[in-house]
Protein backbone atom coordinates (compact mmCIF):
# COMPACT_ATOMS: atom_id res chain seq x y z
CA UNK A 1 0.00 0.00 0.00
CA UNK A 2 1.39 3.45 -0.97
CA UNK A 3 0.78 6.55 1.84
CA UNK A 4 -0.01 9.61 0.21
CA UNK A 5 2.18 12.39 1.23
CA UNK A 6 0.89 15.08 2.82
CA UNK A 7 0.31 18.78 1.76
CA UNK A 8 2.67 20.40 3.96
CA UNK A 9 5.45 18.15 3.55
CA UNK A 10 5.21 18.39 0.15
CA UNK A 11 5.55 22.04 0.07
CA UNK A 12 8.37 22.06 2.56
CA UNK A 13 10.43 19.46 -0.06
CA UNK A 14 11.59 22.87 -2.27
CA UNK A 15 13.21 24.54 0.63
CA UNK A 16 14.11 20.84 2.37
CA UNK A 17 16.08 20.02 -1.29
CA UNK A 18 18.31 23.98 -0.96
CA UNK A 19 18.77 23.78 2.31
CA UNK A 20 20.65 20.70 1.27
CA UNK A 21 22.63 21.67 -1.70
CA UNK A 22 23.52 25.37 0.38
CA UNK A 23 25.04 23.01 3.25
CA UNK A 24 26.33 20.87 0.54
CA UNK A 25 28.07 23.66 -1.34
CA UNK A 26 29.10 25.51 2.07
CA UNK A 27 31.11 22.41 3.22
CA UNK A 28 32.70 22.09 -0.52
CA UNK A 29 34.14 26.13 -0.01
CA UNK A 30 35.04 25.57 3.42
CA UNK A 31 37.00 22.05 2.01
CA UNK A 32 38.50 24.58 -1.05
CA UNK A 33 39.70 26.86 1.22
CA UNK A 34 41.60 24.80 3.31
CA UNK A 35 43.50 23.85 0.57
CA UNK A 36 46.59 26.33 -0.13
CA UNK A 37 48.84 25.55 -3.63
CA UNK A 38 52.59 26.60 -4.43
CA UNK A 39 53.24 27.39 -7.53
CA UNK A 40 56.65 26.78 -8.59
CA UNK A 41 58.66 27.71 -11.46
CA UNK A 42 61.33 25.27 -12.63
CA UNK A 43 64.04 24.95 -15.47
CA UNK A 44 65.63 21.75 -16.38
CA UNK A 45 68.76 22.33 -14.56
CA UNK A 46 68.99 23.71 -10.93
CA UNK A 47 67.63 22.29 -7.77
CA UNK A 48 64.34 22.88 -8.15
CA UNK A 49 64.23 19.81 -10.81
CA UNK A 50 65.50 17.48 -8.14
CA UNK A 51 63.26 18.28 -5.00
CA UNK A 52 60.27 17.82 -7.40
CA UNK A 53 61.87 14.45 -8.34
CA UNK A 54 62.52 13.78 -4.59
CA UNK A 55 58.79 15.35 -3.43
CA UNK A 56 60.90 16.31 -0.72
CA UNK A 57 58.97 19.52 -0.65
CA UNK A 58 55.27 18.17 -0.34
CA UNK A 59 56.46 16.28 2.45
CA UNK A 60 57.69 19.27 4.71
CA UNK A 61 54.48 21.75 3.50
CA UNK A 62 51.37 18.99 3.74
CA UNK A 63 51.65 19.47 7.69
CA UNK A 64 50.67 23.40 6.37
CA UNK A 65 47.83 21.92 4.67
CA UNK A 66 50.08 23.06 1.13
CA UNK A 67 49.89 21.35 -1.89
CA UNK A 68 52.66 22.01 -4.39
CA UNK A 69 52.00 22.86 -8.31
CA UNK A 70 55.54 22.64 -10.79
CA UNK A 71 55.25 24.57 -13.68
CA UNK A 72 58.15 23.91 -16.47
CA UNK A 73 60.12 27.20 -18.25
CA UNK A 74 62.80 26.76 -20.83
CA UNK A 75 64.27 30.01 -19.42
CA UNK A 76 64.40 32.71 -16.78
CA UNK A 77 62.94 35.45 -18.57
CA UNK A 78 59.37 33.09 -19.66
CA UNK A 79 59.32 32.03 -15.38
CA UNK A 80 59.54 35.57 -14.20
CA UNK A 81 56.86 36.82 -17.07
CA UNK A 82 54.56 34.28 -15.07
CA UNK A 83 55.79 35.69 -11.93
CA UNK A 84 54.75 38.76 -13.24
CA UNK A 85 51.46 37.27 -14.02
CA UNK A 86 50.74 35.86 -10.80
CA UNK A 87 51.04 32.50 -12.67
CA UNK A 88 53.53 31.07 -10.25
CA UNK A 89 54.58 32.87 -6.76
CA UNK A 90 58.23 31.11 -6.58
CA UNK A 91 60.93 30.13 -8.75
CA UNK A 92 64.73 30.82 -9.95
CA UNK A 93 67.16 32.30 -12.68
CA UNK A 94 70.19 33.49 -13.26
CA UNK A 95 71.35 36.90 -12.38
CA UNK A 96 70.26 38.81 -16.05
CA UNK A 97 66.73 37.66 -15.97
CA UNK A 98 66.51 39.11 -12.55
CA UNK A 99 67.80 42.26 -13.87
CA UNK A 100 65.35 42.60 -17.02
CA UNK A 101 62.73 42.01 -15.08
CA UNK A 102 63.05 44.82 -12.48
CA UNK A 103 63.84 46.98 -15.51
CA UNK A 104 60.17 46.02 -16.75
CA UNK A 105 57.80 46.67 -13.33
CA UNK A 106 57.77 43.13 -12.41
CA UNK A 107 56.67 42.55 -8.84
CA UNK A 108 59.46 40.16 -7.33
CA UNK A 109 61.89 40.07 -4.48
CA UNK A 110 64.99 38.35 -4.37
CA UNK A 111 64.85 35.34 -1.57
CA UNK A 112 67.78 33.57 -2.02
CA UNK A 113 71.20 33.02 -3.85
CA UNK A 114 73.36 29.97 -5.74
CA UNK A 115 77.16 30.12 -6.94
CA UNK A 116 76.83 30.14 -10.31
CA UNK A 117 79.69 27.60 -12.03
CA UNK A 118 82.37 28.44 -14.04
CA UNK A 119 81.89 26.19 -16.86
CA UNK A 120 78.09 25.43 -17.09
CA UNK A 121 77.01 27.77 -19.69
CA UNK A 122 79.66 29.22 -22.63
CA UNK A 123 79.43 30.33 -25.55
CA UNK A 124 79.31 27.54 -28.20
CA UNK A 125 80.34 27.33 -32.12
CA UNK A 126 80.39 24.29 -34.54
CA UNK A 127 83.72 21.76 -34.00
CA UNK A 128 84.95 22.96 -37.65
CA UNK A 129 83.97 26.72 -36.96
CA UNK A 130 86.84 29.12 -38.23
CA UNK A 131 86.18 31.33 -35.25
CA UNK A 132 88.82 30.59 -31.88
CA UNK A 133 88.83 33.67 -29.68
CA UNK A 134 85.84 35.92 -28.50
CA UNK A 135 87.26 38.88 -30.93
CA UNK A 136 86.37 36.39 -34.03
CA UNK A 137 82.82 37.16 -32.74
CA UNK A 138 82.71 40.85 -34.74
CA UNK A 139 80.24 40.98 -37.10
CA UNK A 140 78.92 37.39 -36.72
CA UNK A 141 75.25 36.23 -35.66
CA UNK A 142 75.39 35.17 -32.15
CA UNK A 143 71.92 32.95 -30.67
CA UNK A 144 71.17 33.59 -27.31
CA UNK A 145 67.74 33.92 -25.31
CA UNK A 146 67.68 37.86 -24.69
CA UNK A 147 67.18 38.61 -20.83
CA UNK A 148 69.36 35.22 -19.78
CA UNK A 149 72.33 34.32 -17.80
CA UNK A 150 74.59 33.92 -20.74
CA UNK A 151 72.93 37.07 -22.08
CA UNK A 152 75.33 38.11 -20.12
CA UNK A 153 77.96 35.83 -20.29
CA UNK A 154 78.13 37.05 -23.74
CA UNK A 155 78.12 40.85 -22.95
CA UNK A 156 81.05 40.04 -20.48
CA UNK A 157 83.28 38.44 -23.10
CA UNK A 158 82.92 40.59 -25.86
CA UNK A 159 84.05 43.46 -23.11
CA UNK A 160 86.82 41.78 -22.13
CA UNK A 161 87.42 41.11 -25.90
CA UNK A 162 87.46 45.20 -26.88
CA UNK A 163 84.44 44.61 -28.33
CA UNK A 164 80.61 46.73 -28.06
CA UNK A 165 77.28 44.71 -27.81
CA UNK A 166 76.62 46.30 -31.20
CA UNK A 167 79.66 44.49 -33.20
CA UNK A 168 77.89 41.30 -33.12
CA UNK A 169 74.17 40.39 -35.04
CA UNK A 170 72.32 38.95 -31.45
CA UNK A 171 69.90 36.53 -32.87
CA UNK A 172 67.04 36.09 -29.87
CA UNK A 173 65.69 32.70 -30.01
CA UNK A 174 64.45 30.55 -26.97
CA UNK A 175 66.80 27.29 -26.68
CA UNK A 176 65.02 24.76 -28.85
CA UNK A 177 64.86 27.56 -32.01
CA UNK A 178 68.21 28.35 -30.93
CA UNK A 179 69.65 24.65 -31.53
CA UNK A 180 68.02 24.40 -34.32
CA UNK A 181 69.53 27.41 -35.74
CA UNK A 182 72.59 25.96 -34.73
CA UNK A 183 72.53 22.74 -36.18
CA UNK A 184 71.35 24.48 -39.40
CA UNK A 185 73.89 27.09 -39.73
CA UNK A 186 71.66 30.04 -39.49
CA UNK A 187 74.28 31.33 -36.73
CA UNK A 188 77.68 31.21 -36.23
CA UNK A 189 78.18 30.62 -32.52
CA UNK A 190 75.01 29.83 -29.58
CA UNK A 191 75.50 31.18 -25.91
CA UNK A 192 73.76 28.70 -24.27
CA UNK A 193 73.66 27.32 -20.04
CA UNK A 194 73.43 23.44 -18.84
CA UNK A 195 72.02 21.56 -19.56
CA UNK A 196 71.27 22.82 -23.48
CA UNK A 197 74.82 23.00 -23.52
CA UNK A 198 75.84 20.17 -22.18
CA UNK A 199 73.61 18.13 -24.57
CA UNK A 200 75.00 20.63 -27.45
CA UNK A 201 78.62 19.09 -26.33
CA UNK A 202 77.13 15.73 -26.51
CA UNK A 203 75.11 15.05 -29.38
CA UNK A 204 76.63 18.23 -32.05
CA UNK A 205 80.34 17.76 -30.64
CA UNK A 206 79.97 21.62 -30.40
CA UNK A 207 83.07 23.61 -28.98
CA UNK A 208 83.55 25.93 -26.41
CA UNK A 209 84.50 29.17 -27.43
CA UNK A 210 84.58 30.73 -24.24
CA UNK A 211 83.12 30.23 -20.60
CA UNK A 212 83.06 31.85 -17.64
CA UNK A 213 87.01 30.79 -16.60
CA UNK A 214 88.51 34.07 -17.26
CA UNK A 215 85.89 36.56 -15.55
CA UNK A 216 83.87 36.54 -12.44
CA UNK A 217 80.95 34.89 -12.39
CA UNK A 218 77.65 35.91 -11.15
CA UNK A 219 74.65 34.32 -9.05
CA UNK A 220 71.75 32.10 -9.74
CA UNK A 221 68.92 33.46 -7.44
CA UNK A 222 65.74 32.59 -6.42
CA UNK A 223 62.84 34.87 -6.67
CA UNK A 224 59.31 35.07 -5.40
CA UNK A 225 56.38 37.41 -6.28
CA UNK A 226 56.79 40.54 -3.34
CA UNK A 227 52.90 39.29 -2.28
CA UNK A 228 53.91 36.15 -1.56
CA UNK A 229 56.72 36.34 0.02
CA UNK A 230 55.22 39.41 2.71
CA UNK A 231 52.44 36.91 3.23
CA UNK A 232 53.81 33.73 3.56
CA UNK A 233 57.43 34.11 4.61
CA UNK A 234 56.79 30.50 6.63
CA UNK A 235 56.65 29.24 3.39
CA UNK A 236 59.53 30.87 1.68
CA UNK A 237 61.82 30.00 4.40
CA UNK A 238 60.95 26.35 4.51
CA UNK A 239 61.72 26.26 0.82
CA UNK A 240 64.57 28.21 1.11
CA UNK A 241 65.75 25.60 4.13
CA UNK A 242 64.70 22.10 1.80
CA UNK A 243 66.96 24.04 -1.23
CA UNK A 244 69.90 24.03 1.13
CA UNK A 245 69.80 20.96 2.46
CA UNK A 246 69.38 19.04 -0.93
CA UNK A 247 71.92 21.17 -2.44
CA UNK A 248 74.18 19.41 0.60
CA UNK A 249 73.10 15.93 -0.75
CA UNK A 250 73.29 16.75 -4.46
CA UNK A 251 77.04 18.12 -4.06
CA UNK A 252 78.07 14.78 -2.24
CA UNK A 253 76.07 12.56 -4.06
CA UNK A 254 76.17 13.00 -7.81
CA UNK A 255 75.84 9.87 -9.02
CA UNK A 256 72.49 9.42 -7.11
CA UNK A 257 71.36 12.94 -8.38
CA UNK A 258 71.80 12.07 -12.10
CA UNK A 259 70.29 8.38 -11.93
CA UNK A 260 67.02 10.40 -9.95
CA UNK A 261 66.57 12.91 -13.04
CA UNK A 262 67.51 11.63 -16.04
CA UNK A 263 64.41 10.20 -16.25
CA UNK A 264 62.66 13.00 -15.32
CA UNK A 265 64.30 16.03 -17.27
CA UNK A 266 64.26 13.29 -20.36
CA UNK A 267 67.62 13.63 -21.21
CA UNK A 268 70.61 10.96 -21.97
CA UNK A 269 72.54 10.47 -19.07
CA UNK A 270 75.50 11.53 -20.08
CA UNK A 271 74.13 14.46 -20.42
CA UNK A 272 72.76 15.04 -17.29
CA UNK A 273 75.88 13.34 -15.46
CA UNK A 274 78.46 16.26 -17.13
CA UNK A 275 75.95 19.52 -15.91
CA UNK A 276 75.47 17.95 -12.20
CA UNK A 277 78.83 17.61 -11.78
CA UNK A 278 80.04 20.84 -13.01
CA UNK A 279 77.30 23.07 -10.73
CA UNK A 280 77.95 24.26 -7.16
CA UNK A 281 75.29 23.99 -4.64
CA UNK A 282 74.86 26.00 -1.28
CA UNK A 283 71.81 28.11 -1.31
CA UNK A 284 72.58 31.22 1.13
CA UNK A 285 70.71 34.35 2.11
CA UNK A 286 71.50 37.53 0.20
CA UNK A 287 73.93 39.87 1.50
CA UNK A 288 75.46 43.00 0.72
CA UNK A 289 78.25 41.60 -1.26
CA UNK A 290 76.13 39.53 -3.59
CA UNK A 291 74.22 42.56 -4.05
CA UNK A 292 77.01 44.51 -5.33
CA UNK A 293 77.81 42.07 -7.69
CA UNK A 294 74.13 41.86 -9.34
CA UNK A 295 74.45 45.77 -9.23
CA UNK A 296 77.02 45.13 -11.52
CA UNK A 297 75.33 42.89 -13.55
CA UNK A 298 72.54 45.13 -14.08
CA UNK A 299 74.68 48.40 -14.58
CA UNK A 300 76.77 46.56 -17.43
CA UNK A 301 73.24 46.25 -18.93
CA UNK A 302 72.03 49.24 -18.55
CA UNK A 303 75.19 50.85 -20.08
CA UNK A 304 75.01 48.75 -23.30
CA UNK A 305 71.81 49.83 -23.45
CA UNK A 306 69.72 46.23 -23.52
CA UNK A 307 67.52 47.39 -20.55
CA UNK A 308 65.63 50.92 -20.48
CA UNK A 309 66.26 52.06 -17.43
CA UNK A 310 68.85 51.93 -14.60
CA UNK A 311 67.96 50.48 -11.39
CA UNK A 312 68.54 49.66 -7.83
CA UNK A 313 68.93 46.15 -7.41
CA UNK A 314 68.30 46.19 -3.39
CA UNK A 315 65.01 47.89 -3.66
CA UNK A 316 64.21 44.54 -4.76
CA UNK A 317 65.84 42.21 -1.87
CA UNK A 318 63.37 40.58 0.33
CA UNK A 319 63.59 42.09 3.94
CA UNK A 320 62.98 39.03 6.21
CA UNK A 321 65.71 39.35 9.44
CA UNK A 322 64.39 36.16 10.84
CA UNK A 323 64.52 34.27 7.56
CA UNK A 324 67.83 35.24 6.49
CA UNK A 325 69.48 34.72 9.54
CA UNK A 326 68.25 31.11 9.69
CA UNK A 327 69.28 30.47 6.37
CA UNK A 328 72.87 31.85 7.16
CA UNK A 329 72.69 29.69 9.97
CA UNK A 330 72.71 26.74 7.79
CA UNK A 331 75.10 27.88 5.53
CA UNK A 332 77.23 28.32 8.16
CA UNK A 333 77.45 24.83 8.98
Request: with cysteine.
Amino acid sequence: MIKRIAPHVLRALPAIALFACATFASTQSAAQDTVKVLRIGYQKSGLLAIIKAQHTLDQKLTPLGYTVKWFEFPAGPQLLEALNANSIDFGSTGAPPAVFAQAAGVRFVYVGTEPAGVTNEAVIVKADAPLHTVADLKGKRVALQKGSSSNYLLLALLQKAGLRYTDIQPVYLPPADARAAFENGTVDAWAIWDPYYAAAQHALHARTLADYTSLEAGHNFYEATRDFAQQHPDVVSIVLAQLRSTGVWVNAHPTETVDLIAAQVGLDRAVVDKWVRRVPYGTRPITDDIVRAQQSVADAFYDARLIPQRITVKDNVWQNPAATAKLAAAAAK
